[in-house]
């Protein structure tokens, strides 16, 4: 792991999946270790779970699994150093763009239509 640039993912549930869940959440926690992925914060339930189990044994370092996205928002803020990179990623029921405000200290840009803001987009 470079100490200085480290990559981590904030991964929430994908609710689109259907039969297909719970192996659509593993295949991503193994890619992230295939990718060479240092720290996965799975955020969720039980599919969150399957998520972080994979990755940890695709041999992502760090892995952690919390519920909601204020714990996550807390947890990050105390693991993410200068220099780190950060992938948040869920599906849009997952709200995870508010984890990546409290990351960035300031509002993010919705899904989707890249020129409006979010209260725009889910106005």
Do not use: C, Y
């Amino acid at each position: 792991m470079n100490e200085q640039h480290r990559m981590i993912a904030v991964l929430g549930e994908m609710a689109e999946l259907g039969q297909d869940a719970v192996e659509g959440h593993r295949a991503v926690g193994r890619e992230a270790g295939e990718l060479g992925v240092d720290l996965v914060l799975a955020v969720g339930g039980a599919l969150a779970e399957q998520l972080a189990l994979a990755a940890g044994a695709a041999g992502v370092e760090t892995v952690a699994i919390v519920r909601d996205n204020d714990t996550a928002a807390a947890w990050f803020q105390s693991e993410v150093r200068p220099g780190d990179v950060v992938l948040v990623k869920g599906s849009r029921s997952g709200k995870l763009w508010q984890v990546a405000e409290t990351l960035a200290g300031q509002q993010v840009t919705a899904w989707g239509d890249w020129n409006r803001t979010k209260e725009e987009t889910t106005a």
